[in-house]
Structure formats: C-alpha cells, structure tokens
C-alpha cells in the first residue's frame, strides 16, 4: 500500500473530490485504483473563511512499484507503514497463576483485556461498581448532592475518564503503535469508526459507558474475571516480592504477578504503597479552575465565518502563557460543548472537572486554566502532594458553602478582586450547582497571581476569553498524580519485585489514550516475565 499525505480539500467536499485529488496526484486512471482508506483527517483553520480539510490517505494501487519510484523524491508520498499490533507471546494451558490487575481504569481495562487475549486469564480488581450502577451513584451525586466515596466520577468500571469528553488524544512517543491498537479494540467495543482516522477523535459520555461494558464482556469471554466492590487494601511482599494482596473484605489472592493501576486518585491506596515500602517519589502537578464561556465565543475566535459548519464541530482551543512570577498557566482538558462536573472521590472535598456528550452541543466550552506545580511547593515525604491536593479541595469545600456547591466567580469579578454575588449572561453548568464567592483564597497566592496575568494574555489570542460574565468554577487540583510509582526497564517497580506501576496514578499516563497504551505495555511485559518464569521452571 501506498500513503499519501498532504492531500488538501476545500471545507465543501464529496467522497468523489477524495478520489479525483488521489488520481490526480498520483496521475493514474480510476481503473488503477483498487481501494483507498483515509488514515487521518484534520482541518487547517490558519486561513479563517478558508478552512480546508488535509488528508492521509492509504492506498491501494495495481501500480504500487512503478509509482514509489516515480515519487521517490516526493516525502508525500511513501510506502503505508505496518501498524498491526502483534501479541508478544501466548500463555501455554494450563498456567497455575493468574497475574492481578488492580483497578478497572482505561490502564487497567487494556492490561486485563491483552492479558486475556493471550491467554493469561486476568483477575481485575475494581474498588467501585459496575458501569451501569456506577452511573447511577456518579448522576444521583450530581442532581442531589448525594455523595458515594467508592463509587462516583473518579471510582468505578472504566475508570476516571468514562464521564468526561472522551478525549483520545496524546502526544506520547508511540513507536509501536500501541495507541492504534487502543483505538481499533474501542472500535471493536463500539466506538465509532472515526475515531481510527479524525484528528482529535472524542467518544462522549454515554457512549463511552456501552463501550467499557462490551470490554469487559470480551475480558470475560477469553477466561478473565472482573471482580467489582473489591478494593485492594494491603499488598503482600515477602523479601522484595509481591506475592499477592489482600482485599478490604480479608480475603487474600495470591499472584506474584501485579498491575498497579489506580489512577490518581486513590490517595489511600498510595498511603497503603507508601507505608509498605514501595518506592515512590514526589511529582509535580497542577492545580487552578475550570472556565466556562459560550461556545459560540470559542467558535467564532477559531473558525471565523464557517463556525458551526457541521463537518468542524464545536471549536477547541489550546493555550499557555508563560507568567513574570516564573509560573506557566495553561488550558486543561478543554471540552467544547461540555459541562464542568464534580469530580471529587473524598467526604467533604470538591473537585471539578470537565465532560462532553458525542455531540458536543452544550452551549458553553469549558477547560481547566491551571498552574503548574512542583514538589518544592508542597515539601515534606513523597506523598506530601496528598495533602497539599486535599487542603486545597476542602477550602472550596467550604467557600462553596459546605453542601458540595462547588464555588465560582466571574471572571470579571476575579481580575479586580470582588466577590461575585450576581450571575451575568453565562449559566454555569456544574451539578448540583456553585456558590457565587471570591476565589481569591481558594489557591496560594502565587497561583491567583499567575492566573490573574493569563486570563488576559488568553484574551489577546481567543478574542473574549476575558469576558467579563465568563464563569470560574474552583478548584481543579487531579491534573495529574501527585506522585511517580517509579519502575525499571523491566516495568517492574524499582525496589517491589512482580509489581507493575501503571498509567496515570503511577505517573506514567495522562488522558485516556496513554493509559491504555501504557497498559499494554505492561501486559505484555508482565506476559514475558511469566513466561520466561515458567521456562526457567
Ligand atoms: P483511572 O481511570 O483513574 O482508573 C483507576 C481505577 O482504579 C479506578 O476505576 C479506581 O476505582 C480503581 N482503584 C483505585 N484504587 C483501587 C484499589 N485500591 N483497589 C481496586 N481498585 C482501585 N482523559 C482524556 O484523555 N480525555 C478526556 O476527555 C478526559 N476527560 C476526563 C474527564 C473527567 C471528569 C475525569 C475525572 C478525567 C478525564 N480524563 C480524560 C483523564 C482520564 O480519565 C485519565 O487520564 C485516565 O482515566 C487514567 O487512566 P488510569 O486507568 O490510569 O486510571
């Protein structure tokens, strides 16, 4: 196959224009071309009242050879690379041990499913409930303020990304192409076909939950086992090895096999890792809030006239400012047409967070405007970062009023320092609702300050971004994990032997797409070692 990349096509398009620009690139007649498939689309919104739509096309041509040479100088046009995910290997029959996957995340749900593949019959271990149920606790929590601590936005089957925008975007190296590997088993599950080839492909919510069911189902149907309401509460280690854990129920499951993926917010679970010796270290992170403003700002500012064009969707954006007090402010998460959610795990904490549906239609976009941060700020142990996290989300607690209101502002209020007690044209979306205060005690000083100077640097590059009525919404403080669970080459915790440290609550994913690649490669590197285990044996 040949690919084909740069192929540019006006906004106003037909499945005929792709085919016409193909032949006309490569000057061959229609006869030639037996098959096309688009790799990748993206659109070039430099040129506003232009946008133009760029492809990357596979192809396949009754004429490969003779056109590679006559486009041997031409970097657009090259041999498709192989992209096929290969398993490293197969577990024989009949193996005595099954290897532990603690945590039913987007890291966790991949380890289990290619550890199933190859026959290694997985145990995941999940603290919160099934996804269907799950849904229910995370909802109810949000029209009634009712709060479940194992079972809401961060806890549960599928992990803390399956109420959120369903981003699946990453700028990690990925030479392997497991990330291609993550996105056709999504694609298997339900995931829309899209996904293989828009730029920044997104599932949406409520389809993201049909989509983990039909994962776990797989994991299942291949001889794995999803245990829910089942929270890991001890690791057993005897002279440096895992050898098994034990859950808050007292029952004990031997492996000297285990994933470690429980994402960034299982504070007690890393208090547990931290008093039983793993090695961890600190890490830095972000902390600030969510923004809100109307989408139809965001759209114009990006897409000019053509904004709400059916084939672009509700508009994204991106932004860093790098402040005088040495501090760099950036856009988290953005999700277009969305809702800012809470997204809290603990009594008596509020954390926001942001999610869309597919469809993007809210009326306003919202992203984290966050800080970051690093262990200097937060001295003490290597977990120092919990505690910093959890003053933080009790202050907005309380300035929201101590009922889970999460506290805003306008941010015209904030740039001058007052209190808001007034809404303005912007209706925030955030369940069950905020609490109009002043901001400006919710996060240290530095931060305040720093995103004082950004919002109007973000203003210069997103025309209204510092419109008066847009609506702060505090404190976003999970950007990322507080700590890194470090792991050698062999993905093997540096001091805990058999235990794997994956995805984002170990440090080594951020977003959904990287988790899942992540988990992958320690399913395999957990495959291998049970393999060459038994050999030695
Ligand atoms: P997690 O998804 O956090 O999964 C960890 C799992 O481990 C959880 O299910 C938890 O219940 C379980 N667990 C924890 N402790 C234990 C224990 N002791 N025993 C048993 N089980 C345990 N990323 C994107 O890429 N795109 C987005 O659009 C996006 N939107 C988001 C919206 C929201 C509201 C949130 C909260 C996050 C969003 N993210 C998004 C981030 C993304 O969800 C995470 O990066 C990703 O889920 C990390 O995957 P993980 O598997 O490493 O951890």
Redesign the pocket.
């Known amino acids: 196959m040949l690919r084909l990349s740069e192929v540019k096509l006006p906004l106003e398009h037909t499945e005929a224009d792709i085919q016409s620009a193909i032949l006309k690139k490569l000057s061959i007649a229609s006869k030639d071309l037996i098959r096309y498939t688009i790799f990748k689309r993206s659109y070039d919104a430099r040129k506003k009242g232009a946008i133009s739509f760029v492809y990357i096309i596979d192809i396949e041509t009754t004429r490969e050879q003779q056109l590679l040479q006559k486009f041997k100088k031409d970097v657009h046009v090259v041999p498709t690379p192989d992209t096929s995910y290969r398993y490293v290997t197969h577990a024989r029959s009949g193996l005595a041990q099954r290897p532990i996957v603690?945590?039913?995340?987007?890291?966790?749900m991949f380890a289990g499913l290619l550890l199933a593949q190859m026959g290694f019959r997985p145990i995941i271990?999940?603290?919160?409930k099934a996804v269907h149920d799950r849904s229910v606790d995370t909802f109810g929590f949000w029209s009634k303020a009712k709060f479940n601590p194992e079972s809401n936005?961060?806890?549960?089957?599928g992990?803390?990304?399956t109420?959120?925008?369903?981003?699946?975007y990453s700028r990690i190296k990925d030479a392997n192409h497991h990330g291609r590997k993550v996105l056709a088993e999504l694609v298997n599950a339900g995931a829309a076909s899209e996904i293989l080839y828009v730029n920044k492909p997104?599932i949406g919510t409520y389809r993201l939950v049909k989509i983990v069911e039909n994962i776990r189902n797989s994991i299942e149907s291949l001889g794995g086992e999803i245990r829910f309401q089942?929270?890991?509460e001890q690791l057993n280690i005897e002279n440096g090895q895992v050898c098994g854990v034990t859950l808050a129920s007292g029952e004990y499951i031997p492996s000297n096999h285990v994933i470690l993926?429980?994402?960034?917010?299982?504070r007690d679970?890393f208090e547990m890792l931290h008093h039983a010796g793993v090695y961890i270290e600190p890490k830095p992170f972000s902390i600030g809030f969510r923004i809100e403003h109307p989408q139809s700002i965001i759209d114009k500012c990006r897409l000019g006239s053509q904004a709400g064009h059916p084939m672009l969707g509700a508009a994204d954006y991106s932004l860093v400012h790098h402040c005088a007090n040495g501090r760099s402010v950036y856009s988290f998460?953005m999700c277009p047409g969305g809702q800012v959610?809470a997204?809290t795990s603990e009594v008596g904490r509020v954390v926001t967070?942001?999610?869309s549906q597919y469809e993007r239609s809210g009326k306003n976009a919202n992203s984290g405007i966050v800080v970051g941060i690093t262990p200097e700020d937060y001295p003490g142990s290597s977990i120092a970062g919990i505690e910093f996290q959890r003053r933080l989300e009790e202050r907005a607690f309380e300035l929201g009023g101590g009922t889970y209101e999460a506290p805003g502002q306008l941010v015209g209020d904030f740039l001058v320092g007052k209190a808001s007690t007034q809404l303005g044209t912007v209706r925030p979306s955030y369940k069950p609702g905020i609490h109009l205060c002043d901001l400006g005690s919710s996060l240290p000083d530095y931060a305040i300050e720093a995103i004082r100077e950004a919002i109007p640097a973000f203003d210069k590059q997103l025309n209204g971004f510092a419109m008066h009525d847009a609506v702060l919404t505090g404190v976003e403080t999970r950007t990322s994990s507080p700590i890194c669970i470090k792991r050698g080459n062999d993905y093997q915790s540096l001091n805990t032997k058999g235990l794997y440290p994956a995805?984002?609550?170990a440090g080594y994913?951020?977003?959904?797409?990287s988790?899942g690649v992540d988990g992958i490669k320690v399913a395999e590197a957990v495959a291998l070692s049970i393999q060459s285990q038994l050999e030695i044996a």
């Not at 993926?261 to 299982?266: K, L, P, Q």
């Open positions: 603690i945590g039913c995340g987007p890291c966790g271990l999940e603290r919160g936005a961060q806890f549960g089957e992990g803390a990304g109420f959120s925008d369903g981003k699946l997104h089942s929270r890991v993926a429980v994402g960034h917010s299982a679970t998460c959610v997204a967070n942001g999610m995805g984002e609550g994913a951020g977003g959904i797409l988790a």
